[in-house]
């Protein structure tokens, strides 16, 4: 049974957490590129330093999107599962 079917917010949730993995994936990647240049530039430490609290902090905000809440939002999950979901 297709569970986009029988239950579109789980549908929607799982769709939202494969976003979410995909993008911290891809941060990562470009991040290590970024940290990686850092090897020609003058201030070398700084640079890597510089980069990798970036890309903490764009993991963090990734990690922080709500995918029940932005289900909800965009009307696959209803507002009360929101509520229980929080609970």
Do not use: H
């Not at 430490?45 to 289900?71: A, L, M």
């Amino acid at each position: 049974i297709d569970e986009c079917a029988t239950d579109r917010c789980k549908c929607c949730t799982d769709r939202v957490d494969n976003v979410k993995e995909f993008l911290k994936n891809s941060a990562k990647q470009v991040f290590d590129v970024l940290i990686k240049s850092c090897s020609v530039c003058p201030a070398k430490d700084q640079c890597r330093q510089y980069w990798t609290d970036r890309r903490k902090g764009c993991i963090s905000s990734i990690n922080n999107i709500d995918s029940k809440e932005v289900c909800t939002q965009i009307g696959f999950c209803k507002a009360a599962s929101l509520q229980n979901f929080m609970e």
